[in-house]
C-alpha cells in the first residue's frame, strides 16, 4: 500500500482528531490541551516526545541517528467568534481555528502514525522530527513568535532540513502548492498617532483638526507605494485601523492609526519604513506633530530551491502531477520563515476549498473539506520517507 492508501484508511480516525481540536481551539502560547491531545496520540503510537518546547509546544522524535528530516504543524487559534452551525463548532467563545492549525496538527499526527509503523517494521533508517508549534499567529511580550522560540531553543539544531505545509480554503480541495524561492511575505506592523489640537467642531479654524492632518497621510501613504517605490519590486502598506473622536461636534485631539507592512527585499523593507515616516511627518508642515512606531515582524518565507524541487516530485509521485502546480508569490506571512532561515526547506500549500461559499481565512466562516486530511498526512509521511531513503 502506498502511504496515501495508508492515509485514506486513518480518514475517520484523523477527521475526529481535526474535529475536537477545532471545537477547543486556544490562542498562541495556551495551547495547553491542544499539546496535551498531541502527546496522548504519540503515547498512544509509543513515540518519545518533550513537551514545553517554546513554552507550550511539543517535540517528538521516531528514529534515531542521519539523516535527520523535520516535519513541522502550528497548533494555535485566533480571536475570533466562529460562525459556522456544525457539530464541531468552537466551544471556546471568540476562539476559533479561522486558519486551518487543527488541520495541520492533524495531518502531521498522521505522518506520525504512518511513519511510526515504518520504522518499527524497519523500513525506515534515520530519523525523523515532529515539530507542534505554538504560536505562529502571534508573539509574546518578547516579541517572539512560536516558530522563532523553536529555533532559539534548537529544535532544528540536529536536523538536515524541514518541511511544513498549510491548507488553503480558497484553492482547489487537493492541488498541492509551491515554489522555489521567495513564497511568503516579510510582515511589519505600525501604530501611529496624528496630532493635531481639538475644538468646536463649528470653529475648525481654531483648532488643527487632526482628521484631516492623517487624511494627508493616509493619501501619502499610499502615494509612497505607487510612486516612490520601484514598481518591479513588491511591497505594500495597509492602513487597517483609524481612531479618533467622541462627539458630531467636536474635533478630537488626536488620531490613533494602525496597518501592516509586507516586503520581500530588505532593501524594499526598509525604504518603506522610512517613507512610512515621511508620509506622517506632514503633519509637522501643517502645526501638528506625530508619534509612529513600528515593529518588525517575520523575515520573509524562502524555500530552498533544491528542497522545493524535493516537495513538487515527491508531491507528483504520491498524488499525481496534475494535482501539483507552481505557486504564486503571496502576500500573506508566516513564522515558519525563521525554520527556513535556520536549514534548508520548503512550505507547500495544500488546496481545501470546501463547497461552493466563500470561506477566507481568518474569517468566522472559515472551514476545509476534511477529505484532504489523509492527502495532507500522506505528504509529509512520504516526504520524510523519500528524504531518508533518497
Known amino acids: 500500500m502506498s502511504y496515501l492508501d495508508r492515509a485514506n484508511a486513518l480518514k475517520e480516525k484523523l477527521i475526529a482528531i481535526r474535529r475536537d481540536l477545532h471545537a477547543h481551539p486556544e490562542l498562541a502560547f495556551q495551547e495547553v490541551r491542544t499539546a496535551q491531545r498531541v502527546a496522548q496520540t504519540l503515547d498512544e503510537l509509543q513515540i518519545e516526545y518533550s513537551t514545553g ?10 528514529g534515531e541517528g542521519t539523516p535527520r528530516f523535520a ?21 471556546n467563545a471568540g476562539v476559533m481555528h479561522a486558519c486551518g492549525h487543527d488541520a495541520h496538527t492533524t495531518c502531521l499526527l498522521g505522518a506520525a502514525m504512518i511513519l511510526s509503523e515504518e520504522f518499527k517494521k ?22 517572539k513568535s512560536g516558530g522563532r522560540r523553536m529555533v532559539e531553543e534548537g529544535a532544528l539544531n540536529d536536523v538536515d532540513a524541514v518541511v511544513g505545509l498549510h491548507v488553503i480554503s480558497t484553492l482547489p480541495s487537493g492541488e498541492v502548492h509551491t515554489r522555489a ?9 505600525f501604530e501611529g498617532d496624528v496630532i493635531g489640537r481639538g475644538g468646536h467642531g463649528a470653529y475648525p ?33 495597509s ?10 461636534n467636536v474635533i478630537p485631539d488626536s488620531v490613533r492609526m494602525s496597518g501592516t507592512i509586507r516586503s520581500f527585499e530588505e532593501d524594499v523593507r ?26 518588525r515582524g517575520y523575515p520573509p518565507t524562502v524555500n530552498d530551491a533544491r528542497m522545493a524541487d524535493f516537495v513538487k516530485g515527491m508531491a507528483r509521485d504520491l498524488i499525481g502531477a496534475n494535482w501539483v502546480k507552481d505557486a504564486e508569490i503571496e502576500m500573506g506571512a508566516e513564522d515558519f520563515s525563521y525554520m527556513t532561515l535556520a536549514k534548508p526547506g520548503a512550505f ?19 472551514d476545509i473539506d476534511e477529505n484532504v486530511l489523509p492527502t495532507g498526512a500522506a505528504l509529509l509521511a512520504e516526504a520524510a520517507r523519500k528524504f531518508l531513503t533518497r
Open 71 to 91: 516535519l513541522r504543524a502550528d497548533m494555535d487559534a485566533l480571536p475570533i467568534l466562529e460562525a459556522n452551525d456544525v457539530p464541531y463548532q468552537s466551544q
Open 239 to 248: 492602513v487597517t485601523t483609524i481612531h479618533a473622536g467622541t462627539a458630531t
Open 122 to 143: 524497519g523500513n525506515l533508517k534515520g530519523s525523523v522530527k515532529l515539530i507542534f508549534q505554538p504560536a505562529e499567529e502571534n508573539w509574546d511580550a518578547e516579541l
Open 270 to 295: 526598509a525604504q518603506m519604513h522610512a517613507d512610512l515616516e515621511k508620509a506622517f511627518a506632514l503633519t509637522r508642515a501643517f502645526g501638528g506633530d506625530y508619534k509612529l512606531t513600528i515593529q
Open 348 to 366: 507547500f500549500y495544500l488546496g481545501a476549498k470546501k463547497d461552493g461559499v466563500h470561506r477566507p481565512h481568518h474569517n468566522a466562516v472559515f
Open 205 to 237: 479654524h481654531e483648532a488643527l483638526d487632526p482628521i484631516w492632518l492623517a487624511a494627508q497621510v493616509v493619501n501619502a501613504i499610499h502615494g509612497t507605494i505607487s510612486r516612490l517605490k520601484h514598481p518591479a519590486k513588491l511591497g505594500l502598506i
Open 181 to 189: 524561492g521567495a513564497f511568503m511575505a516579510a510582515v511589519d506592523s
Open 53 to 62: 518546547v517554546a513554552k507550550t509546544g511539543i517535540v517528538a522524535i521516531i
